[in-house]
Nanobody, 123 residues
Framework: QVQLVESGGGLVQAGDSLRLSCAAS????????MGWFRQAPGKEREFVAA????????YYADSVKGRFTISRDNAKYTVYLQMNSLKPEDTAVYYC????????????????WGKGTLVTVSS
């Protein structure tokens, strides 16, 4: 069992930056690909970014490409999402997820999920 805990959310203004963290409870998370998702009020959860277990491969949703960067530090069992040039439409609860296969993440399939952290971007 792997527990994931997100942090770093908050209230920012449009154009600001924010870095989210996802801390895993076990060292074995190093074998998992990781992803970030978000769910805005009244909308379905959507894929944001994914990173392979080694960190060598990343994949982004078109809506965040060039603005968001996913990274990981396996020594700290932590995955990050650096968010720059934030827009009001980025407002959502952001979730971290872990999956044995990176290919399943963009489709929303993961083995473990965190409980989310709220990001609010004001205009």
């Amino acid at each position: 069992q792997v527990q994931l805990v997100e942090s770093g959310g908050g209230l920012v203004q449009a154009g600001d930056s924010l870095r989210l963290s996802c801390a895993a409870s076990r060292r074995t998370v190093g074998r998992y690909s990781m992803g970030w998702f978000r769910q805005a009020p009244g909308k379905e959860r959507e894929f944001v970014a994914a990173i392979s277990w080694s960190g060598g491969s990343t994949y982004y949703a078109d809506s965040v490409k060039g603005r968001f960067t996913i990274s990981r530090d396996n020594a700290k069992y932590t995955v990050y999402l650096q968010m720059n040039s934030l827009k009001p439409e980025d407002t959502a609860v952001y979730y971290c997820a872990a999956a044995l296969s990176m290919q399943t993440i963009p489709g929303g399939r993961a083995d473990y999920w965190g409980k989310g952290t709220l990001v609010t971007v004001s205009s």
